[in-house]
């Protein structure tokens, strides 16, 4: 049996436990190839009803990424990180950075030995952003390594705002950041010759700049499950575990503790910083608005819903709190129109309503997610 037999039937054997199902191998080959059909011909049936549905679905894989990265580090290795916004916002800004027009606008230097931008690879630059936010990955990592629980989250939650503050005010006395009015013009991402920015043509199918981001995000995210899967069954996911459940026990058993935690900061942040790159191209557009302490609680907050842990559990958990109230973005005022005549709850009310509501159920019934790591 090849790697990817065994990923997939790793992954099809955890929805088995929740579902009471009996997997085999030809009958998970058979879900397999069901779900890729979903997944391939989705974008196709929301773009009948606009392309707000099909961002909705990009989004989502967006924030199943984050999820995963941040999965890693809370629920692997059992450190609560709520400053894990900032290595999405390091990933976006430099992408950003490397991809538009402002370094040459602002620095003579650069202008004078790239006038037409950085000539690097989209992937060169995507691989670059998981490398650099890796890398403030250990910066955070290695002052917090003797902190846990709640000093931790202080902590982590520190770094995530001072990062967000760097980005706001670094626009003088040297404008690197262009400050809260943010950076634009952001090139697209072109992978064999396949600009992403403009609809592209197989024979008479016209496929949607929306969907070919779908595409994009849908093979990260596909590749980041089965890493995370992997590291999981691994000598080193034993390892985070370990130190999760009785850190000191772990360091007696000949562990190194330190190099661990360090490992689970870096490789969380760097899917973070992959997600921040795809997210900057998508937009065109980056700013410190867009990396608030909102965004590192709703992250968390997927991973607590899902089950910490849990990689079927924390896509779950993703897709629920970022797609339901999106959805509700769209469909909420005017179901209120046609049922009430007028808007009786504002829709953004609404869905934090909805948004609060929730998370106190779970915790209150399913403290450990809606599919708790056994």
Known sequence: MDFSENVFLTVFKKIKSKLNLKITKKNSLFSLIFLSIILIFLPF??????????????????????????????????????????????????????????????????????????????WTIIFLAAIVAGFFGILLGFPVLRLRGDYLAIVTLGFGEIIRIFLNNLNSPINLTNGPQGIGNISP???????????????????????????????????????????????????????????????????????????????????????????????????????????????????????MGNVFGVIIGAILLYAIPEVLRLVAKPFQELVFGNEIIATEALRMLLFGSSMILIMLFKPEGLFPKK
């Open 189 to 307: 991402i072109i992978l064999f010759n396949i600009n992403f920015s403009e609809n592209f043509y197989i024979n008479n199918l016209q496929i949607p700049s929306v969907h070919l981001h779908y595409y994009l995000f849908l093979t990260l995210t596909i590749f980041i499950v089965l890493i995370s899967i992997r590291l999981e069954n691994s000598r080193l996911g034993r390892a985070w575990i370990a130190v999760k459940e009785d850190e000191k026990a772990a360091q007696a058993m000949g562990i190194n503790t330190r190099n661990i935690k360090l490992l689970a900061f870096a490789l969380g942040a760097s899917f973070g910083g992959v997600s921040g790159a795809m997210f900057a191209s998508f937009q065109g557009f980056v700013s410190p608005e867009s990396f608030i302490l909102m965004e590192s609680i709703v992250i968390v907050s997927m991973v607590v819903l899902g089950g």
């Open 45 to 122: 049936v929301l773009g009948y009803f606009g392309n707000a549905w099909v961002r909705i679905l990009a989004f989502s894989m967006l924030y199943i990424m984050l999820a995963l990265g941040l999965n890693i580090v809370i629920g692997y290795a059992g450190l609560l990180d709520l400053g894990y916004v900032a290595f999405y916002a390091v990933g976006a800004y430099l992408f950003a950075l490397l991809t538009s027009p402002h370094l040459a606008e602002n620095f003579v230097i650069i202008h004078q030995f790239f006038p037409s931008g950085f000539p690097a690879p989209s």
